[in-house]
């Protein structure tokens, strides 16, 4: 399961329902990992009666979950991330954290999963910069990324942008999970799928990707 920009602001928010409906539909569709690409919060001083429920919510799950921080909710000293008390309970979520960039490996669903962490406010970054080649290793390769997919143009204003052609240089990636975007859209001119989930709030949907040896990548928008 791909989701992305719930932008969690309070415990009294219309998009609480919209995180248990999600993790309701993994545990229904039985899905082996659920990404989460960006902007999960809305910003990074939301009330830790939030982050409880938060983690209360992914506990839920029995298995992994993937957090990218994106541009709301970006890895500074104070983000929401780095309140371990909360974080330290679910362990079944990872947090990527290098803004390097990191390849996250799943042995038990047979992935692996490239994201990188956007830490700051100030510095526009360009999210899908420095992408390496998976190593194949009979897993499947996943890459996160939290950003506007501009395709072919290169916008002189600063936002995250990702291009055609890093999209068009990451087709050893079987899927591309991205966020920033509010509605489901898949984007590139292939070979490899590159698909915006949209936030549940917006799309009032999940994107569901199926990883299959002999089908091979589909995405389909789930209602929630
Ligand atoms: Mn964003």
Not at 108 to 118: A, D, E, F, H, L
Not at 129 to 145: D, E, T
Request: aromatic share 10%; glycine share 8%; hydrophobic share 40%.
């Amino acid at each position: 399961m791909h989701t992305s920009d719930l932008h969690l602001e309070s415990i009294n928010d219309r998009d609480c329902p919209n995180l248990e409906s999600t993790v309701d539909v993994a545990i229904k569709l039985g899905v082996d990992l659920v990404i989460i690409a960006g902007d999960f919060f809305d910003h990074n001083w939301v009330d830790d009666s939030l982050v409880s429920f938060v983690v209360e919510q992914l506990q839920r799950l029995s298995v992994p979950v993937l957090i990218l921080p994106g541009n709301h909710d970006c890895l500074t000293p104070d983000s929401v991330y780095e309140r371990d008390e909360f974080w330290s309970r679910c362990t079944n979520a990872t947090i990527f954290r290098s803004p390097g960039g990191e390849v996250i490996n799943l042995p038990g669903p047979g992935m692996s999963v490239w994201g990188k962490s956007i830490d700051s406010y100030i510095h526009d970054v360009s999210p899908m910069a420095g992408i390496p080649q998976p190593q194949r290793k009979g897993l499947w390769h996943i890459a996160v990324a939290h950003g506007y997919y501009v395709g072919d143009s290169y916008p002189l204003f600063p936002s995250y942008h990702i291009t055609q052609q890093e999209i068009a240089t990451s087709s050893s990636w079987d899927y591309i999970a991205l966020g920033h975007l509010p509605t489901f859209r898949c984007v590139g001119n292939g070979p490899v799928i590159a698909c915006y989930s949209g936030s549940p709030l917006m799309s009032r949907a999940v994107a569901i990707v199926d990883l299959d040896d002999e089908t091979g990548v589909q995405v389909n928008p789930y209602s929630l």
